[in-house]
C-alpha cells in the first residue's frame, strides 16, 4: 500500500476510534433518561391486530449511542486487526474515566446564585454518573474482549467469508454479556430498582439484537468499501 493510502487508513481509523469514544462516553451521560417506542406500531393504523403489534420497547437513551461500539469494534477488527481494536476500547476506558472525574469535579463545586444550572438540578441529572461509568466499565470490558475474540474466531473459521455471520454472532451474545451485567450492577447499587429488571433486560436486549440486525448491511457496505479502496483480501487486515 502506498504512503498516500496509509495515511489515509490512519485517518480512517481515528475517526472510528472517535465515533467509538463519543458514543461510549454519550451512553453513560445522557443514561438517566428513559424513553418507549413501537417498532411495529404502524401495523395497527393498517388494521393489523395482536399483542406483538402492540409491543412497547422501553429502554434507556443511553443505547441509542450504545450499540454503535460493538459496529465500529467489528469495522476496526474486520479492517485493521485485533490489536488495532484492542486499543481503541481501551482509549475508551481511558476516555471515560477522565469525563467521570470532570462530572465529579463540576457536581462537588457549588453554583453560584445566578448560575441556569444550580447544585440541585445537576446533580439530579449527573450525579450517578459514577455508578453508571463504573456499571458501564465493567460490562463494557467483559462485553467488548468477548465480541472481538468471537469475532475473530467466526473469522477464521470462515476464512474471511460471511460477514454477516461474524458480525452478528459475535454481537449478539457480547450484548447479552453487557446487558445482563450493567443491570445487575446498577440494580444492586440502588440506582434501578430490581423490580424493573426483567423487563429493562429484555427491552435492552432485544433493542441491541435489533440494531446488531439493521447494522449488518452497514457493517458490509463499510468494510467492502474500506477493503476495496486500501488493496486488502478477503482475509486480509491493515494491521
Not at 45 to 54: I, T
Not at 93 to 100: K, N
Not at 119 to 136: I, M, P, R, W
Request: glycine share 8%.
Amino acid at each position: 500500500m502506498n504512503e498516500k493510502k496509509q495515511r489515509q487508513a490512519e485517518r480512517f481509523y481515528l475517526f472510528l476510534a472517535a465515533i467509538f469514544i463519543a458514543s461510549l462516553v454519550g451512553s453513560n451521560l445522557i443514561f438517566q433518561k428513559f424513553f418507549f417506542f413501537q417498532p411495529l406500531g404502524f401495523l395497527a393504523s393498517l388494521g393489523v391486530e395482536g399483542s406483538w403489534v402492540d409491543y412497547r420497547f422501553e429502554v434507556s437513551v443511553g443505547l441509542l449511542p450504545y450499540p454503535i461500539t460493538f459496529l465500529v469494534t467489528d469495522l476496526i477488527s474486520e479492517i485493521y486487526g485485533r490489536r488495532k481494536a484492542d486499543r481503541v476500547v481501551f482509549a475508551g476506558v481511558i476516555a471515560s474515566l477522565f469525563t467521570l472525574g470532570l462530572v465529579s469535579i463540576a457536581d462537588v463545586v457549588p453554583a453560584t446564585s445566578w448560575s441556569p444550572i444550580g447544585d440541585e438540578v445537576f446533580h439530579n441529572v449527573f450525579g450517578l454518573t459514577g455508578v453508571a461509568v463504573f456499571a458501564s466499565m465493567l460490562a463494557y470490558l467483559s462485553a467488548q474482549f468477548v465480541d472481538i475474540r468471537i469475532f475473530h474466531f467466526w473469522k477464521r473459521l470462515t476464512k474471511g467469508r460471511k460477514l454477516w455471520l461474524r458480525n452478528n454472532l459475535s454481537t449478539i451474545p457480547s450484548q447479552f454479556i453487557d446487558t445482563l451485567m450493567v443491570l445487575g450492577l446498577l440494580c444492586s447499587v440502588g440506582a434501578i430498582d430490581w423490580s424493573l429488571f426483567p423487563v429493562l433486560f429484555m427491552n435492552g436486549f432485544l433493542y441491541k439484537v435489533l440494531v446488531a440486525l439493521i447494522d449488518t448491511p452497514f457493517f458490509y457496505l463499510t468494510s467492502g468499501l474500506a477493503k476495496r479502496h486500501f488493496g486488502l483480501r478477503l482475509d486480509e487486515e491493515l494491521g
